[in-house]
Structures are given as structure tokens and as C-alpha cells.
């Protein structure tokens, strides 16, 4: 009874554990984080986009429900301006497999014995930028940066956008010595 019990933590761990993004986060070190409550998103820098509008939007729904999570306010005289952008890129991948035994040699004669058989795979990396702006000083202070594989899946999408935004924002505001 008690492996039944252990089964469903065990795969929520596994699971967990088999995220596929990557996220690394820079900042301004003299900067105070503490007095950034409200913001606002920078409207021409995410228009320059090259994105759906669709997807656009996404991203911007995700960031605003991450930032209020925070405490955070949308505002029309903001501390924070919030842009971002996106990088995509073709990722091929070769994988040699061999079969048989030794140098070849094995069941008898076959071309792919030799040196095996090549196996090519395609994916899409995409990158997701989010940058934190002062606002007064126009200079930007934070960015957040997402790397994984993405879905054309317009189910999977969604959940795979949130969870970009969410674990790039999970960085901000930035632990300081």
C-alpha cells in the first residue's frame, strides 16, 4: 500500500524535474529594486516584434498575471516599463545508432552494419527576452531570458508561454549580497 502512495510522488517529481526551459536572468547592481511597484508595457518596443498578435498577447497576459502575483500594478505613470522579444532558431540533430557486433560483423552483410544508421531529427529553439525598464531614466535595469523547445500546438502553446514568462519572472526582482 504504502509503493501506491509513493507512485504519484515519485512521477510528480519526475515530471518536475523534466522542465525544458532554461532561464537566466542579468540586472544593474546599483539599482534598488524595491521601489518598482507599478508598470506599464512599452508599446512601441513589443509592437517591433515579429510574432502572432495572438502570441503577443499570450505573452503579455502571462507577464500581467506573473507581475500582480508580485504585488505589482499596472499603471498610466508606471516605475517599470516591460518590453520583450523573441529569437528562434532550426536545431538539427544527428544521431548515429549501430547495429550488430564488433567492426560489422554479425549477422551477415548489411550496409548500416558498418557504420550504422544515421537518425535526423528537427526541433524549434525559441528564446524569450523580458526586459525591465526604468521608467524615469529610460535605462534598462533587468532582463529575464528563456531558452526551450517550442510547440505549434495551439492547445500546448499557452500553457508552454506561461510557463516561459513564469519561470523567467521567478528571477525578478534579483537576489542582492
Known sequence: MKKIKFLPFLLLIILSSCSSITVYSDFDNKVDFSPYKTYAFHQAGIDK???????????????????????????????????????????????????????????????????GRPYVSTSTEGTLYIDLIDAKKKELIWQGEGVGYLTQNRSKKEVQINEFVSKILMQYPPVTK
Open 49 to 115: 516584434v515579429q510574432i502572432s498578435q495572438l502570441d503577443k498577447n499570450r505573452i503579455i497576459y502571462a507577464i500581467d498575471a506573473e507581475l500582480t502575483k508580485k504585488g505589482m500594478t499596472k499603471s498610466e505613470n508606471p516605475d517599470l516599463l516591460i518590453n520583450f522579444f523573441t529569437k528562434e532558431r532550426e536545431r538539427v540533430d544527428v544521431t548515429q545508432y549501430s547495429y550488430g557486433w564488433g567492426y560489422g560483423w554479425g549477422y551477415g552483410w548489411n550496409p548500416y552494419l558498418w557504420g
